[in-house]
């Protein structure tokens, strides 16, 4: 589990919640894992895999998994001890690309920098540390700028002998058509409500809060992670009552929304809300194509612009939050008035 007092791995980091090399079980994905695992089994050993899918759905955690049971399998070392060097970031058969802290700022950096990729590979390239295939897990791709798909492209078209690249992917439609052509592509899907219930529970949580949790996961356990840190603050209840009827609620309710939750911008609470305002404007939209209503459906894609187009802009250019969230407020509830037949989803 992520220590407080050690250095962050990524920057995204929930507490209290490991990271993905240090989840010693899989739930979900199994025919994901077996179908990779049998590659191996067979000689026939992934040169590179895009793992992708929803954010928060376990592909890096599928990753890791994969890499702890071919080395299992190829190395010299027990299970637990493979697991153990997996675990703690050691392992010398092991590397893992991410975006690293800026010595001088103390902060990520924006991107995953070609000077990490250039270093790992040619480390890649040097004589295994140990016994067994070797992996570089890429978490994830999409940080990764023109200069570092370049440099990693080269690597993905001579690979060494026995390595394999796992890149992970929320978006593999941005990834460049060459990093596509040159990987394996593995789509995940979001687990069942049992799966991260199992997951969720795993971790200590119970009760309502669990139930509302996983409700609010929609298949991403991640997701029911964040649900759970907020649970009981005022303001996540309010915005869940506004958002089953926004049309119906009075102006000054939204208006007392963006206030309460613009007046911390940067907290847990806020960032969860964003989420919970983008998904129910996709959930919008589903619904009005599964009901045939054009004009609804384009409605809903035009708001799904605006939502996504204002946060890019308020972490941009830095601006008010709370100007930002009453324009998406009114446009949500214009929207459910400007279209007849919508409805709540």
Known sequence: ??????????????????????TGRLVGHADALQGLIAQYDAKRPPSGVLIHGPRGIGKATLAFAVARHVL??????????????IAAGSHPNVRVLRRTIDEKTKKFHTVIRVKEVRDTTAKAHQTRGRAGH????????????????NA?????EEPPNDMTFILVSHRPSALPPTVLSRTQKLALRPLSNAEVAEILAHSGAGGLSLQQAVALAQGRPRRG?????????????????????PALQPLKAHLDLADALGAA?????????RDLIVDWIAAEARAAALAGEGARLASANRLW?????????VDVYNLDMRQTLTALFDAIRNHLIESPAAASP
């Open 1 to 22: 589990m992520a220590d407080d007092d050690a250095p962050l791995r990524e920057p995204d980091v929930l507490s209290g919640v490991p990271y993905p090399e240090q």
């Open 72 to 85: 299992e399998k190829t190395g010299d070392e027990s299970a637990e001890r493979v697991a153990a060097q």
């Open 134 to 149: 070797r992996f570089v897990i890429v978490d994830s791709i999409d940080n990764a700028n023109t200069e570092s798909d």
């Open 152 to 156: 990693l492209l080269k690597v993905l």
């Open 225 to 245: 992670f964040e649900a759970l840190a907020v649970a009981g603050v005022k303001t996540m209840t309010v915005l869940l009552d506004w958002l089953k009827a």
């Open 265 to 273: 911008r940067d907290s847990a609470e806020t960032k969860f809300a």
């Open 305 to 313: 612009d605006k939502a996504r187009t204002l946060f890019a802009e």
